[in-house]
């Protein structure tokens, strides 16, 4: 077996997880049976960069269905559950992921699944595609898969400059992924994280959420449900004024610094809270990062402000001491917040992911070899198709248009 985790005594506990989670995945489940039967992978190596779930872990086993050869990495040193990677290496998957891993550990890992020459890579946040492009420039691939906002913003910028070597599926751009992963998987276990880590009633606090994109929205719609008081820091006037028009109210980060209880940056960018902003929060302000990368919070900048080293109150969070005599608290290290102090989003949601990652592995295979290094979204009508089975896995009824109503959409005769 070919591994590098923690732990493999835990495979059995994995094991367990991974089953719970397989339950609450029925599209991916029905994608699964057809490839079994179909084997649309056959002959492929996969590399995948991801966090190490439960959920991952059933799209691995999904594709090794279709005939995959595949092997897995973690796509944050925070992000990986130990009992579920040793599940699959003890099932003979290739996995090299353990939860706290140090940077120099998480590029050997990168590299240790590259070097099986895979056909398609798979990514969270572009690492190792970075990685391809930098250090190992003659390594052929099929194409890639991109997951995260931030992972396809930096995919769209290689592919800009003309320097993108393969075509790259932006996955995070399904309808089926972004709508709902993004806001509804998001807004829950963004806030799951934090509740976990602190145990803090919500209600009568005051959330600056800071970015208004689909996660944002969802952090900022869970919060106001549970009687926060929500305040969005948005750098695009749009997303901005849609915040306002839902009824939050919409500051500066500046501004929004003195007034915040809890701090929750979900933008793709760097250091959006820094010690501008540190210095004016009020004694006990927690701040937590729902991005992708540890970024987004400049914690060095907090660590020199901070008097002395910071220390772990709870698991997962840490007290930086102000001179002033105020605490400011981090959750899960800055890192990706829901991954970092829970376990990420609901196996009801990533199964719409997973479903549009599969299908995106096959419509790659089948069509990778003609296409231009580009960034591609997946084609609507798979898109539809994953929206679709998950309505039917609900129970939902999904009205049919008439034939009178579909020659009236199609013609430009009938007016007023």
């Given at each position: 077996?070919?591994y590098?985790?923690?732990?493999?005594?835990l495979?059995?506990e994995?094991?367990?997880?991974i089953?719970?989670?397989?339950r609450?995945?029925?599209?991916?489940?029905?994608?699964?049976?057809?490839f079994?039967?179909?084997?649309?992978?056959?002959?492929?190596?996969?590399a995948?960069?991801?966090?190490v779930?439960?959920?991952?872990?059933?799209?691995?086993r999904a594709?090794?269905a279709?005939?995959?050869?595949?092997?897995?990495?973690?796509?944050?040193?925070?992000?990986?559950?130990?009992?579920?990677?040793?599940?699959?290496?003890a099932?003979?998957?290739?996995?090299?992921?353990?939860?706290?891993?140090?940077s120099?550990?998480?590029?050997?890992?990168?590299?240790?699944?590259?070097?099986?020459?895979?056909?398609?890579?798979?990514?969270?946040?572009?690492?190792?595609?970075?990685?391809?492009?930098?250090?190992r420039?003659?390594?052929?691939?099929?194409?890639?898969?991109e997951?995260?906002?931030?992972?396809?913003?930096?995919l769209?910028?290689?592919a800009?400059?003309?320097?993108?070597?393969?075509?790259?599926?932006?996955?995070?751009?399904?309808?089926?992924?972004?709508?709902?992963d993004?806001?509804?998987?998001?807004?829950?276990?963004?806030?799951?994280?934090?509740?976990?880590a602190?145990?803090?009633?919500?209600?009568?606090?005051?959330?600056?959420?800071?970015?208004?994109?689909?996660?944002?929205s969802?952090?900022?719609?869970?919060?106001?449900?549970?009687?926060?008081?929500?305040?969005?820091?948005?750098v695009?006037?749009?997303r901005?004024?849609?915040?306002?028009?839902?009824?939050?109210r919409?500051l500066?980060?500046?501004?929004?610094?003195s007034?915040?209880?809890?701090?929750?940056?979900?933008?793709?960018?760097?250091?959006?809270?820094r010690g501008?902003?540190f210095?004016?929060?009020?004694?006990?302000?927690?701040?937590?990062?729902?991005?992708?990368?540890?970024?987004?919070?400049?914690?060095?900048s907090l660590?020199?402000?901070?008097?002395?080293?910071?220390?772990?109150?709870?698991?997962?969070?840490?007290?930086?001491?102000?001179?002033?005599?105020?605490?400011?608290?981090?959750?899960?290290?800055?890192?990706?917040?829901?991954?970092?102090?829970?376990?990420?989003?609901?196996?009801?949601?990533?199964?719409?992911?997973?479903?549009d990652?599969?299908?995106?592995?096959?419509w790659?295979?089948?069509?990778?070899?003609d296409?231009?290094?580009?960034?591609?979204?997946?084609?609507?009508a798979?898109?539809?198709?994953?929206?679709?089975l998950?309505?039917?896995?609900?129970?939902a009824?999904?009205?049919?248009?008439?034939?009178?109503?579909?020659?009236?959409?199609?013609?430009?005769q009938?007016?007023?």
């Amino acid at each position: 077996m070919d591994y590098d985790i923690a732990d493999i005594s835990l495979a059995a506990e994995g094991e367990k997880r991974i089953e719970w989670a397989a339950r609450r995945m029925p599209v991916l489940g029905l994608i699964r049976e057809r490839f079994e039967k179909e084997r649309p992978l056959e002959g492929l190596t996969i590399a995948a960069t991801m966090h190490v779930t439960t959920e991952t872990a059933t799209l691995m086993r999904a594709l090794q269905a279709g005939g995959a050869s595949v092997s897995l990495c973690a796509s944050n040193p925070l992000s990986t559950q130990n009992d579920v990677a040793a599940a699959l290496a003890a099932s003979g998957m290739s996995v090299y992921a353990i939860r706290g891993e140090s940077s120099d550990t998480f590029y050997e890992h990168i590299n240790a699944i590259l070097d099986t020459n895979p056909d398609l890579v798979f990514d969270d946040g572009a690492d190792t595609t970075t990685v391809l492009h930098k250090e190992r420039a003659g390594q052929e691939v099929l194409g890639g898969l991109e997951e995260t906002t931030t992972g396809v913003i930096r995919l769209r910028a290689m592919a800009n400059e003309g320097v993108l070597r393969f075509p790259v599926v932006a996955v995070n751009d399904s309808h089926t992924k972004h709508l709902f992963d993004n806001k509804h998987g998001t807004g829950q276990s963004a806030l799951d994280g934090i509740i976990r880590a602190t145990n803090i009633l919500l209600a009568g606090k005051t959330i600056v959420v800071v970015g208004y994109g689909d996660c944002g929205s969802g952090i900022a719609l869970r919060a106001a449900g549970m009687g926060a008081d929500v305040v969005v820091v948005e750098v695009d006037p749009i997303r901005a004024l849609s915040a306002a028009m839902e009824g939050y109210r919409v500051l500066t980060a500046q501004d929004a610094a003195s007034q915040g209880d809890i701090f929750i940056t979900v933008t793709g960018n760097i250091h959006v809270l820094r010690g501008e902003h540190f210095s004016k929060m009020k004694d006990g302000a927690i701040i937590a990062n729902a991005g992708h990368f540890d970024v987004e919070l400049d914690l060095v900048s907090l660590a020199a402000m901070a008097e002395g080293e910071q220390r772990e109150i709870r698991p997962n969070l840490e007290e930086y001491l102000m001179p002033d005599g105020s605490k400011i608290l981090v959750v899960a290290q800055g890192r990706l917040v829901n991954l970092g102090a829970a376990e990420g989003h609901p196996a009801d949601v990533m199964d719409m992911s997973f479903a549009d990652q599969a299908l995106a592995a096959e419509w790659l295979a089948q069509n990778g070899a003609d296409m231009e290094p580009d960034v591609y979204v997946l084609p609507e009508a798979l898109d539809r198709e994953v929206a679709r089975l998950k309505l039917d896995s609900m129970g939902a009824g999904l009205e049919q248009l008439t034939e009178e109503q579909i020659n009236y959409l199609a013609s430009w005769q009938e007016g007023t």
